[in-house]
């Protein structure tokens, strides 16, 4: 089956400057990259995702970049911002559309 | 955008006892649903897939006597933990597919079983 790893496991930034969040796949066949964020005690809420078939794609602040040779892919987000805080998860999606996720990153904006 | 909700949102009970959550699409009809469980400080797994009008898939390790999913319709599919123990306390979390591919989550239900 499908396996995610995600890296850092925490990640620590200034108010204003970048975090990249990283994860490879092992299933070629996967072809849908979300991103979730989670804030404690609720819901994952998507914040973007990528299809196989694009390299790269961006919503404001938000980034995020395939590269399926490599089977990696990543969340860029410039200018953070305090309540950019929170657990982010990455995932890929089988033949089932079944997620499988990364174990998380928790990311601390500082003041 | 879709909604999806979850009842309850916590529930206590003691060991020994069944407990059933509910999962609903509220704005849209969902043929496949999923269940998550996530433990504290932990990432989601998958349990099972639900599929209206079959049976549903349990991935491997779940006990599919233990956790009984029953989706008889397009907008609800249903959780049952039977014979709850503490180590069954956990965060579980549906979700359903709103767009090819796109999944949108409940908002959890946060079971303790004492």
């Known amino acids: 089956g499908e396996n995610v790893e995600q890296h850092p496991s925490t990640l620590s930034v200034q108010e204003g400057d970048s975090a990249v969040i990283k994860c490879t796949y092992s299933?070629?066949?996967?072809?849908?990259f979300p991103w979730y964020k989670q804030e404690l005690g609720k819901r994952p809420q998507l914040i973007i995702d990528?299809?196989?078939?694009?390299g790269e794609k961006k919503d404001q602040r938000i980034a995020v970049t395939l590269n399926k040779t490599a089977k990696h892919f990543s969340l860029h987000i410039t200018e953070t911002q305090p309540e950019d805080s929170a657990v982010y998860f990455c995932a890929a999606t089988g033949s089932a559309r079944q997620l499988t996720f990364g174990s998380g990153t928790q990311l601390t904006v500082l003041p | 955008g879709a909604v999806v909700s979850q009842h309850p949102s916590w529930v206590i009970c003691k060991s020994g006892t069944s407990v059933k959550i509910e999962c609903r699409s509220l704005d849209f009809q969902a043929t496949t649903m999923f269940w998550y469980r996530q433990f504290p400080k932990q990432s989601l797994m998958l349990m099972a897939t639900?599929?209206?009008?079959?049976?549903?898939?349990?991935e491997q390790g779940v006990e599919k006597d233990k956790f009984l999913i029953n989706h008889a319709s397009l907008t609800l599919s249903t959780l049952t933990v039977t014979s709850a123990h503490p180590e069954d306390s956990s965060f579980y979390i549906c979700s359903a597919i709103v767009r090819a591919y796109e999944q949108y989550f409940g908002p959890g239900t946060r079971l303790t079983v004492t």
């Open positions: 299933d070629s066949a996967s072809n849908y």
């Open positions: 639900s599929n209206e009008g079959s049976k549903a898939t349990y």
């Open positions: 990528i299809r196989s078939n694009v």
